[in-house]
C-alpha cells in the first residue's frame, strides 16, 4: 500500500492514485525528500534551505507557485517546481486565473466603469438641484 498527498490508500500494483491520478513515484519521492533540503527563487533573492512540506505551505499560501524555479543537492540547474517531485504538493492548490479570464474581467471593468460613474454623476445632479 501508498498513501497518496490526497490521503487516498492505493494498491502497490496501481503506478497512479486511482483518487486524484497522481504518480506512485513523484508521491513516493515527495515524501522521501522530507529531509532534503530545497531552495527557491522569489523576485532575484535566492531561499531556503526549505523542506517539502515548507513548499506546500508556501504553495498554499501563494508565496510561490508552480512555475517558481528550485533546486536542491544533486540538481545541475534550476528548474520549475511543476518539474519536480514538489509538483504533487501543488496539486491541491488553486491555479492561477487564466489570462482570458483576466483580460474578459478587465475588459468588462472599462465597458462598464464608465457608464457606473456617470450613472452616479447625473444622481448627485439631481441631488444636487
Ligand atoms: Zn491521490
Known amino acids: 500500500m501508498w ?58 499560501i501563494e508565496e510561490i507557485d508552480r512555475k517558481t524555479l ?12 511543476n518539474q519536480t517531485a514538489l509538483n504533487t504538493l501543488a496539486t491541491d492548490v488553486v491555479p492561477p486565473i487564466p489570462m482570458q479570464a483576466v483580460s474578459d474581467k478587465y475588459a468588462w471593468a472599462l465597458a462598464t466603469v464608465p457608464f457606473l460613474c456617470d450613472f452616479f454623476l447625473s444622481r448627485l445632479n439631481i441631488v444636487g438641484m
Request: glycine residues 8%; hydrophobic residues 35%; proline residues 3%.
Open 70 to 81: 528550485v533546486w536542491k543537492s544533486g540538481m545541475t540547474d534550476w528548474i520549475p517546481l
Open 3 to 60: 498513501r497518496c498527498n490526497c490521503g487516498r490508500e492505493n494498491t502497490d500494483i496501481g503506478n497512479f492514485c486511482i483518487a486524484c491520478g497522481a504518480a506512485k513515484n513523484d508521491v513516493i519521492s515527495a515524501q522521501i525528500s522530507e529531509d532534503v533540503q530545497w531552495y527557491y527563487y522569489k523576485g532575484s533573492d535566492r531561499c531556503g534551505p526549505v523542506t517539502a512540506s515548507e513548499i506546500a505551505d508556501l504553495l498554499r
